[in-house]
């Protein structure tokens, strides 16, 4: 089934304040997520309240199930802060247990085809755009709506994020991002090193690699796309603000080792 929205995130009316990462990609202003893997609603709760924009639950990599997805995702919207949901792939159960969650956007690992993005356009839409169903209070309630006024503004409020990942993606890209109702493209810069450069610590300055990221970025701008990719630390997300137009700044198990592990060593060294 083509979907062809004529209203997308991109070009919506719609007003929500709760939308938190929509509003600040619609105003130009760099939104800020993070990763979580921890399943825990005071986790979700704490890191909601860190200043982010955005927390992206992971349930692709993340120790995370349905019922703490749930959860996560009732705390960081009740916060303020919008919720991202990484699904575990795109088949259409996935999205379809995700999006009644209550989440501001699916993120979705390995688009490799503009087939692969079609079909999650096609069940992430209500119809007639698409063929997700409806049948849960729980969407509505995340963003702070009556369900009746949810199902009018879903098609184009939701943030529908591809991530390219791997070479297939990269030379399907231009492809990818011209599918009607795919909003954003997220960079996995390392499983795209890995897939680009074999298993090697990637240093990030390969000139493979930088290229893949600029045809990346290149194909989101040409065809009107949200572009957005994965870095360490703060002043990489600085540097990075200046080409994407969102950041995913770490994860919480690398910013909890990585944190701890300094404040040891001033210790014991």
């Not at 609603?41 to 997805?69: F, K, S």
């Not at 990269?170 to 810069?189: C, Q, S, T």
């Not at 290229?211 to 065809?223: F, G, M, N």
Request: hydrophobic share 40%.
């Amino acid at each position: 089934m083509a979907v062809s929205p004529t209203t997308t995130a991109h070009t919506t009316t719609v007003q929500n304040p709760r939308l938190r990462v929509l509003n600040k990609l619609r105003a130009k202003e760099t939104a800020l997520m993070t990763f979580i893997a921890i399943p825990s609603v005071r986790h979700a709760q704490i890191i909601a309240l860190t200043g982010l924009d955005g927390v992206i639950v992971d349930c692709e990599h993340g120790h995370i199930g349905d019922e703490q997805m749930h959860n996560s995702v009732s705390a960081i919207s009740a916060l303020g802060v919008s919720p991202i949901i990484r699904v575990r792939g795109p088949a259409p159960e996935n999205l379809k247990r995700a999006l009644d969650t209550g989440a501001h956007g699916l993120m979705i690992p390995m688009i490799n085809t503009a087939e692969e993005a079609q079909s999650v356009v096609t069940y992430s839409k209500f119809p007639p755009l698409g063929l997700r169903g409806q049948g849960s209070a729980f969407p509505a309630i995340g963003h702070g709506l009556t369900t009746p006024e949810y199902m009018k503004s879903a098609n184009e409020t939701l943030l529908t994020i591809v991530q390219i990942e791997t070479k297939q993606g990269v030379e399907n890209v231009e492809e990818i991002a011209a599918v009607p109702g795919v909003d954003y493209l997220f960079i996995g810069p390392n499983d795209l090193a890995q897939s680009l450069l074999g298993y090697a610590p990637a240093k990030g300055d390969e000139p493979v690699f930088l290229e893949a990221i600029d045809k990346i970025v290149a194909a989101a701008r040409k065809h009107g796309k949200w572009i957005g990719r994965l870095v360490n630390d703060g002043p990489q997300a600085a540097k990075a603000a200046k080409t994407f137009d969102s950041l995913a700044i770490t994860g919480d198990t690398k910013a909890i080792t990585n944190w701890y592990t300094e404040q040891i060593k001033c210790v014991r060294e």
